[in-house]
């Protein structure tokens, strides 16, 4: 279960990111939630895929699946999470100086 989520948190983060602009980056993992549909075995190959579900100002929400390659395609785990942002650009902008 730990190798799975590890995985499958790994795969939503690089999915925000690259959606991100800027140095724009996922700065936590606030929730995770996993679910293990079937054992995975040793010896098979299997794809991981991330997906960014939305993303607010300052929260994204993603998904990610492992799915056999081979045979049917079967989702042998599958998460979703929700991730803090962290936006330097919008830092930069209320960064608490006054002009006179």
Known sequence: ??????????AMNFAINAAMPGRSRTRATLELKTE???P???????????????????VAYAEATVT???GEGRIVSRSTGTFLLHRPE????????TTA
């Open 36 to 38: 293990l549909m079937r």
């Open 68 to 70: 056999e390659v081979e």
């Open 90 to 97: 919008a830092h930069d902008a209320d960064d608490g100086a």
């Open 40 to 58: 995975a075995m040793v010896g098979e190959r299997y794809a991981l895929r991330g997906e960014v579900v939305r993303m607010a100002r300052l």
């Open 1 to 10: 279960a730990g190798v799975h989520s590890l995985l499958l948190d790994a």
